[in-house]
């Protein structure tokens, strides 16, 4: 999920706004995370075999 969906429960506002210390420090911990970040381990091995089963089916194809 990315910040700029977050509701805080300090303020109430969009973390993304940062408006208040803890909105501002999950803004940046969520930022130094990169873009995989906030996925779970369970949609990264999904994602991984997606690529694999499609990678194979490409090469399927070409030979």
Do not use: H, K
């Not at 509701?7 to 803890?22: H, L």
């Not at 930022?31 to 970040?37: E, S, T, V």
Request: hydrophobic share 50%; net charge positive.
């Amino acid at each position: 999920m990315t910040y700029d969906r977050l509701v805080c429960a300090n303020c109430a506002a969009p973390v993304s706004e940062g408006r208040c210390p803890v909105c501002r420090a999950n803004r940046e911990r969520m930022q130094q995370q990169g873009p995989f970040g906030g996925l779970n381990p369970a949609m990264l091995l999904t994602l991984l075999i997606v690529l694999l089963a499609a990678l194979s089916v490409l090469a399927a194809r070409t030979a």
